[in-house]
């Protein structure tokens, strides 16, 4: 007849199995919390788990107040006793509890766990308390390791941002230094990819990103559009930075459901502007196409065909600007407030998230800029002319600039500007070429406010905005957010003569 197992025996038996399950509950998700609240359980009473730093408490159940009071007030003596390693565990009786206060790891800097139970704390559990501290210590150095690494990685994200807005400025010497800190070096040719999907997705897009394009692009998530990420790659021609090849695209686009990607050309590091509108623009052709990626096509720059008179008549249009001096050593100077216009020109509402500055604080610097000016920011045509005249001043000029001997008119007076605006507005087949120019000229002219635009064309907002979409699906160039082709497009209205109807 076989004997019946000794009371000591299943409690053993018992206590193994508490064992086991702490070691299970240690190794997964929140372990420290999940340790914590087995040995409550446990013992039918409460855990306090102290780390060294100050807010590194984890209570269980976690309205647990009366025992974190006690661990800051009379048990303070005890657990900074403990911690420090000059007693080895301490043993107190308050309130009506049993507490136990042990430490947990080496000493001097390691948290410290505190248990208080109603009734004694008996041999068995002083013995289970024991077994628990080396996993409850490897899951604390676990959940450190990991909120040091999202702190790693914060900062990472903000020296990358950081990095991506000096490029954006155009201080390229300070973006090669600030680069420097995380590597890889920034490349002297690059080109821009802007990656899009659903906000929420992000957390998956960016790893993938890296590893399409390598260790030596910079994948940044874009601080004004949540939806985007931002890739600053080599442009190819040598076997340590190769090119993406288009495999590797598709591959990217298909295995992230949802994801578009706008592809800009080779452009030096200092152009990195112009290359992020190219993948900006290339964007909006992605949307409308089943492969989901574009490439930008280049149709010329205005800017290159102005030359030095186009330069001149910029520094007259700014001049004033350009001059500006604070009253006060804190506020903007003429540089951040050239910078602050054409981030708001580009971006409208939006740059106050890619200067890092309060919306409040972007209204300021928009009505000094207006009032040094003398212009009315409200009116498209000056938004036009103004963001111009910033492209062509690709250097920071010396204040008090002579004005331009030339006006816009005369500067547009040209056959190859006039050419560069047959050019551009090409792709606009003739059936329907007529239609929708003067859907745009009529949205430019009520400065793209849509319901008084629409009002005047006599269709409903909806309609207007379809067929906007549709010239910006067709000249392949972003029309309704920024940075925007508009202004191009206004400068191209400005000077196309439509031939009359035959």
Not at 305 to 318: E, M, P, S, V
Not at 386 to 395: M, N, R, V
Not at 466 to 478: D, F, H, I, N, P
Request: aromatic share 4%; hydrophobic share 45%; proline share 7%.
């Amino acid at each position: 007849m076989p004997s019946r197992p000794t009371r000591t025996n299943t409690s053993r038996h018992t206590e193994d199995d508490h064992l086991r399950l702490l070691c299970q509950e240690a190794t997964g998700p929140d372990g420290v919390r999940r340790v914590l609240e087995l040995l409550a359980r446990r013992f039918t009473g409460e855990v306090v788990l102290t780390g060294p730093g100050e807010g590194q408490a984890v209570a269980v159940p976690s309205d647990t107040g009366r025992l974190l009071r006690l661990v800051g007030g009379e048990l303070a003596e005890d657990v900074a006793r403990v911690r420090a390693g000059h007693v080895d565990a301490a043993a107190v009786h308050a309130g009506g509890h049993d507490i136990a206060v042990l430490p947990v790891g080496p000493p001097p800097a390691r948290p410290v766990l505190v248990v208080a139970r109603r009734g004694p704390l008996t041999a068995e559990h002083r013995r289970f308390l024991a077994a628990a501290v080396n996993p409850l210590w490897l899951c604390w150095r676990t959940a450190v390791a990991e909120q040091r690494a999202e702190r790693l990685d914060a900062a990472d994200a903000t020296v990358r941002e950081a990095v991506l807005h000096l490029l954006m400025v155009g201080d390229v010497s300070g973006a090669r230094r600030t680069a420097a800190v995380l590597r890889p070096e920034l490349p002297d040719l690059a080109r821009v990819y802007v990656i899009e999907n659903a906000p929420d997705s992000r957390a998956r897009l960016s790893p993938r990103c890296r590893d399409v394009f390598g260790e030596a692009a910079w994948v940044v998530p874009c601080p004004v559009y949540s939806g985007h990420v931002i890739v600053i790659a080599p442009a190819g021609g040598d076997e340590r930075r190769p090119a993406p090849a288009t495999r590797l695209i598709r591959e990217l686009v298909e295995t992230v459901p949802g994801t578009r990607m706008g592809i800009g050309l080779p452009v030096a590091l200092r152009d990195i502007p112009i290359g992020y509108k190219q993948a900006f623009h290339a964007l909006s052709v992605a949307r409308h196409r089943s492969e989901r990626y574009a490439r930008f096509s280049p149709r010329g720059e205005l800017g290159e065909l102005l030359g030095h008179a186009g330069r001149a008549w910029a520094a007259g249009t700014l001049a004033p600007l350009l001059a500006y001096r604070p009253a006060r050593p804190r506020d903007p100077d003429a540089f951040e407030l050239l910078a602050t216009l054409l981030s708001w020109l580009e971006f409208g509402a939006r740059a106050a998230s890619q200067l890092k500055i309060h919306r409040n604080t972007l209204a300021s610097r928009l009505h000094r800029v207006g009032a040094e000016l003398d212009r009315d920011l409200t009116r498209f045509a000056v938004q036009s002319e103004l963001h111009l005249a910033l492209q062509l001043i690709d250097e920071r000029p010396h204040p008090g600039a002579a004005a331009g001997a030339i006006g816009i008119d005369e500067l547009f007076d040209r056959p190859e500007v006039r050419r560069w605006a047959e050019t551009l507005l090409s792709p606009l087949p003739d059936a329907t070429r007529r239609t929708l120019l003067t859907t745009v000229r009529t949205w430019f002219r009520h400065d793209l406010r849509t319901t008084a635009a629409a009002a005047d064309l006599g269709i409903s907002a909806h309609g207007l905005r379809k067929r906007l979409a549709r010239v910006e699906e067709l000249l392949g160039r972003a029309l309704l957010v920024g940075p925007s082709a508009r202004y191009d497009l206004h400068h191209a209205l400005r000077v196309h003569v439509e031939p009359a109807r035959a």
